[in-house]
Nanobody, 124 residues
Framework: QVQLVESGGGLVQAGASLRLTCAAS????????MGWFRQAPGKEREFVAT????????SYARGLQGRFTISRHNAKNTVYLQINNLSPEDTAIYYC?????????????????WGQGTQVTVSS
């Protein structure tokens, strides 16, 4: 089992950028596809982005590609989510997750391990 810890969230103004980091420990990180999800207040958790175990393939939720970029550094056991031009609608808890497959995974049911989340709050 891999363990995940997110960081990099905070309170920012609209238009700012953030890079969220998810640090993994435990099993061989490069065997896992990784994903980012978010949950806004009063809403269900939603898919944001996923990257394959190799890092060569990625997929994004409709409407988010362009402002969001997922990447990973397997030698550092880390996955990142770069978010540009933040808006108040991006306010949410952001979670990273690991799936024990090599390809991209867009469904949250496909992930077996979750981090505790990092809060992103965007003021207008």
């Amino acid at each position: 089992q891999v363990q995940l810890v997110e960081s990099g969230g905070g309170l920012v103004q609209a238009g700012a950028s953030l890079r969220l980091t998810c640090a993994a420990s435990g099993r061989i990180f490069s065997n896992y596809a990784m994903g980012w999800f978010r949950q806004a207040p009063g809403k269900e958790r939603e898919f944001v982005a996923t990257v394959s175990a190799s890092g060569l393939s990625s997929s994004y939720a409709r409407g988010l590609q362009g402002r969001f970029t997922i990447s990973r550094h397997n030698a550092k056991n880390t996955v990142y989510l770069q978010i540009n031009n933040l808006s108040p609608e991006d306010t949410a808890i952001y979670y990273c997750a690991a799936a024990s497959v090599r390809g991209t995974v867009v469904e949250d049911a496909g992930y077996g391990t979750w981090g505790q989340g990092t809060q992103v709050t965007v003021s207008s």
